[in-house]
């Protein structure tokens, strides 16, 4: 099954809101084993929506849109998807009466525009919505497939998960299953080289996606038996841990703070952090972290002359030494905060476009690690420099458990 994604917003083409629908059902269908061959986005313009909605149907058996969904004028992804088909919409019974409730429960008069949300055409089924007044529509007609989903990510990953996703499984038959292998420390390119055997495979699929805290590897399998797909992922993922041994940290809705959090707790120890590169990002990790409660005891910004004046380092020393400054911050968050365990990160220039960046942990000696500085991105650096230190300290705790 071929299947298109279509963007729908004048605000998307503007940078006024960043398009996530599109990354999260290109993810959703790569796991249904849908292949998705086109995406685009279009403004709020019957003439051109139609245009693309032209294309589409000429190429794609599956159509996703996403927004222009809403009560206003400019809302024009119904009326457009109607007139394209020939068809015209007739007001729902059923749909005006859930509306109807929607404002009543929260003390509200339902405007006479939102009638519009209450639309169906001979073709369509509609597609609930729990969190909002825009129902969905699935169209099908002449072998081609619809699916029109409102435009806030909230209620457009519900009505997929809900609604879509299922009725997708029922036309793609068989078994489809996904896992989610996760690494850090190495390139994609250095990835992609070294599993070139399995990537190379028609089923099962192995796919690589690049994150903020490392490269993600997706391994879907089709089978006619759940047995023989999770056998066939099985395979595949003992194959990639032996491939890239300690690389990996975690598989599918792991994260890098959750794994660090579920290693401290094990050995009943309590964690601290001290940054200055990268501005509290680690502290915010860290947090949201599940259960950190358990484990973190908080984390602050220090600047180097107050690390090493803590630490009885000479702040005169404008340079400073950054690999005895990080080791101080560590120190001192770890006395401050009266953790077990404390952790820093601190950053210097370095030739060619880098930055180095150094992870002090607990009374080790501060591990250097050296990543590419991109201009103007400092925002994506310090996430970066984050997810290095949490891989350091997780392999740190692994080999301290095991010692």
């Given at each position: 099954m071929k299947a298109e994604i279509i963007a729908i917003g004048t605000e998307l083409l503007l940078g006024e809101i960043a398009d996530t629908n599109t990354s999260f059902l290109a993810n959703q269908l790569a796991g249904l084993g849908i292949d998705l061959y086109f995406a685009s986005t279009v403004g709020d313009n019957r003439q051109r929506l139609t245009g693309v909605l032209r294309t589409a149907w000429q190429r794609s058996e599956l159509i996703l849109t996403t927004g222009g969904l809403g009560p206003t004028q400019g809302d024009i992804t119904r009326e457009t998807i109607a007139a394209f088909l020939g068809e015209e919409m007739r007001l729902d019974p059923e749909?005006?009466?859930d509306l109807v409730s929607f404002f009543k429960q929260r003390g509200l008069e339902m405007p006479l525009n939102n009638l519009k949300q209450a639309m169906l055409i001979p073709s369509s089924?509609?597609?609930?919505?729990?969190?909002g007044t825009a129902p969905g529509w699935w169209v099908e007609k002449d072998g081609r497939t619809i699916v029109v989903m409102p435009g806030p990510p909230g209620e457009m990953q519900l009505m997929w998960q809900n609604e879509v996703s299922p009725r997708l499984k029922e036309k793609v038959g068989g078994i489809i299953l996904s896992r989610l292998v996760k690494t850090f420390g190495l390139s994609e390119s250095k990835v992609d080289e070294m599993l070139a055997p399995l990537i190379a495979s028609a089923n099962?699929?192995?796919a690589s996606y690049a994150r903020p805290d490392g490269i993600y590897l997706r391994i879907t399998a089709k089978a006619d038996q759940p047995e023989a797909a999770q056998e066939m992922v099985a395979r595949y993922e003992a194959e990639i841990r032996a491939t890239l041994g300690e690389a990996i940290w975690g598989t599918d809705s792991d994260t890098l703070e959750g794994v660090v959090g579920q290693l401290l707790a094990a050995r009943g120890l309590s964690l601290a952090a001290a940054e200055s590169f990268t501005g509290g990002s680690l502290t915010q990790l860290l947090a949201n972290a599940p259960q950190s409660q358990a484990f973190f005891k908080g984390g602050f910004t220090a600047t180097a002359d107050e690390a090493k004046i803590a630490c009885g380092l000479?702040?005169?020393?404008?340079?400073?030494?950054?690999?005895?400054?990080?080791?101080?911050?560590?120190?001192?968050?770890?006395?401050k905060l009266s953790t077990q365990v404390g952790i820093s990160v601190e950053a210097a220039p370095a030739r060619d476009g880098l930055i180095e960046i150094f992870v002090a942990?607990?009374?080790?000696p501060a591990q250097r690690n050296r990543v590419q500085s991109y201009s103007g991105r400092v925002y994506f650096m310090r996430n970066r420099a984050a997810s290095y230190a949490l891989?350091?300290?997780m392999k740190w705790l692994k080999l301290a458990g095991n010692g």
């Open positions: 749909l005006k009466r089924a509609a597609l609930r919505n729990p969190r099962p699929t192995l000479d702040p005169a020393v404008t340079a400073g030494p950054k690999r005895e400054v990080a080791a101080a911050m560590a120190s001192l968050a770890r006395r942990i607990d009374s080790e891989f350091d300290l």
